[in-house]
């Protein structure tokens, strides 16, 4: 009797199986058409955190200019080394517009035109602490408190962490606005598939300060992107990031049926920004519909 009781349940699974790999091709063909409508390039890793762990790629491991999505590896190392014992996040640090180039240890200015922070600027030659700067640099994405904090961790420190987290490609060699570098082909870059890993990090707990990182990372103040088009109720810890001709969203996502998932998408060469920001803001969408439906 046993048996035959098990074969309706085995057929229901079966079913279940076969209906999501219908919905998540769907999904996959949906996406394809929206993107094939944008020029430029795109990179997407979504993955489900709880369930099984589906999920959807589409050049994952393509490298892409990282622009300020690798503010987040560097966040992660401040608390990593913060629990090492290297210091306190609570510790003061000089806030200064001066930095060397990695390329010859020229000196180099930030320009104040261009970052997304410009009132720290007025507080050059002051302290403040290093868990202040962070804020500023995940939240607001502050190019100055990001190279302060850059140097004291140490680029390499912080590309060995993500090698360590499982991200193979990723490269952190730089603070921001060091030309001298960039014209020399130094930059910092990243995959989709290693952006994933390290977001999966954080919502998994893998690495020191993440219930922090998360409520960080939920303060973002730029959200035209991944959490454009959806509900206030669903919660988006994200870091975005932008250069001429890209735009970058890196999210973990909670529904409030409880439902959990990373979704990073990567883009360059856009002809059109807006016209970009719109098509993640879509592709987000689309996604978000289909962990709904799940």
């Not at 999501?20 to 996959?28: F, G, I, N, P, V």
């Not at 210091?87 to 200015?109: E, Q, V």
């Amino acid at each position: 009797m046993k048996f035959y009781l098990l074969i309706p349940l085995f057929l229901l699974l079966s079913c279940n199986n076969a209906k999501e790999k219908q919905s998540l091709s769907k999904l996959d063909q949906e996406i394809r058409k929206l993107i094939n409508k944008t020029e430029g390039d795109f990179a997407l890793a979504f993955r489900l955190l709880d369930g099984g762990g589906n999920g959807l790629f589409l050049n994952e491991k393509e490298s892409f200019h990282a622009a300020s999505t690798m503010k987040t590896p560097v966040m992660i190392a401040l608390f990593e080394q913060e629990a090492a014992g290297k210091f306190s996040l609570k510790d003061s640090i000089l806030i200064r517009n001066s930095f060397k180039s990695i390329l010859d240890g020229s000196l180099y200015k930030m320009d104040l035109g261009v970052d997304s922070q410009e009132a720290l600027y007025k507080r050059i030659g002051e302290n403040a602490s290093l868990y202040e700067l962070m804020y500023e640099m995940i939240v607001r994405s502050s190019n100055l408190a990001t190279n302060i904090l850059i140097e004291k961790v140490g680029a390499a420190n912080v590309t060995q962490l993500m090698r360590e987290l499982g991200a193979d490609d990723i490269q952190v060699l730089r603070g921001v606005e060091d030309l001298k570098a960039y014209d020399a082909g130094l930059s910092n870059t990243t995959t989709a598939l290693d952006m994933m890993l390290i977001m999966e990090a954080i919502a998994r707990h893998k690495v020191a300060g993440s219930q922090n990182m998360m409520h960080i990372l939920s303060d973002q103040h730029f959200n035209d992107l991944i959490p454009k088009y959806l509900p206030k109720e669903v919660k988006v810890a994200h870091k975005t990031g932008s250069i001429t001709g890209v735009q970058h969203d890196a999210a973990i996502l909670e529904l409030p049926e409880g439902k959990r998932y990373v979704l990073v998408i990567l883009t360059k060469n856009l002809a059109d920004e807006e016209v970009g920001k719109e098509s993640i803001a879509r592709i987000s969408q689309l996604i978000y519909n289909y962990v709904k439906g799940l």
